[in-house]
């Protein structure tokens, strides 16, 4: 059985999974509504992912029997800057994720609770990589600046994404 702090930090993480999720889809919106099809379905794909994370979580706290609780999820943002602004928030926002679940490890290893430690691992591992994604697509759209033939170019590429849930593996 989770020790209530450590089931409340948990529930409290899965809010903010959803809430991920829910920025993801702005962000989609934003991207729909540019023109760029392409990241609108990346940041689609990346809302399921989104999802899915929460949905692990979700599953790990029934398995507790944790008495979960909904927070309230806030409301996104649908208007950016631009398509580079909306991946620097993007970035902004999982490296904020990777705060948040380095505090809720340190927290479990405080607690001795190795088996939420390990389960937590897995988001931290998952971390690394949405972060140096995202960097890349940066990285990418600087590159070209606002060449439009560049920004189509990436934007083809981003639109070749496809879901695979990262919770199966």
Request: charged content about 25%; glycine content about 4%; proline content about 1%.
């Amino acid at each position: 059985m989770l020790k209530k702090e450590i089931a409340n930090a948990l529930i409290l993480q899965l809010n903010k999974e959803f809430q991920s999720a829910y920025i993801y889809l702005g962000m989609s919106a934003y991207a729909s509504k540019i023109g760029l099809n392409g990241s609108s379905s990346w940041f689609l794909i990346q809302y399921q992912e989104e999802v899915a994370h929460a949905m692990k979580l979700f599953k790990y706290l029934e398995d507790q029997d944790v008495d979960i609780t909904l927070p309230k999820i806030e409301k996104a943002n649908v208007d950016f800057e631009s398509i580079l602004d909306t991946f620097k928030k993007a970035l902004k926002h999982e490296i904020f994720m990777s705060a948040n679940l380095n505090e809720l490890s340190d927290l479990t290893m405080k607690n001795k609770d190795h088996a939420t430690y390990n389960m937590l691992q897995w988001y931290v591992t998952e971390q690394v990589e949405e972060e140096a994604t995202l960097n890349t697509i940066i990285d990418k759209i600087k590159l070209v600046g606002d060449n439009g033939y560049g920004l189509y170019a990436i934007d083809q590429e981003l639109g070749a994404r496809v879901f695979v849930d990262p919770t199966s593996n």
